[in-house]
């Protein structure tokens, strides 16, 4: 039912009630044209169209927004991210930079200490040379000094130097013990 048809229910009803005729109704209430009345029923419909569009306009613009708001936060976690693994990546190529440094220290001590190991094993050995050559060097000379105290002390008889006789074999030993006794005592 429009509201046209309403309104003229509501006349007739309230009529009705006061006994009176819908004719006595018209007479006691003026008559506006039709053009002037408001029409209320399309009006209603027209601004509830009206509304509706507006919703839709404002929930497709909210939508728009959320859109646009949902890829600049995409956007920016991407970009932060991105950061981040750069950041990440300096840093380790920082720090392998810095293990490759000390790699390289590591490696100049080991190879300095090294050297310093085989310098002084090699002066060990020189020293050990050098020790070993005086040894051989003092007791070649205390060999010949023993040997020229033994001449100056024993002089063989002229008949020993071309015959060897028990005798002088025994005077030679004899000698050879009282001169190893002597020189032992430092008195040669």
Known sequence: MDAQDQEEDKIWSDTVRRETTPERAAIARPVTPRASRPASGRQSRM???????LALACLVLVVIVGVTFVQWRTQAAAQETLRLSQEAQRQ???????????????????????????????????EQQRAAEAARRAEAEAADRREKAWARFYRPPPHCETAATMECTNRFIRAKRTFDEKYAKGQL
Request: hydrophobic share 40%; glycine share 2%.
């Open 92 to 126: 380790a190529q920082a720090q392998l930079e810095q293990m490759r440094r000390e790699a390289l220290t590591r490696q100049a001590q080991l190879e300095a200490e090294q050297q310093r190991q085989e310098e002084k094993r090699i002066q060990a050995f020189n």
């Open 47 to 53: 601004q509830l169209g009206v509304i509706i569009a």
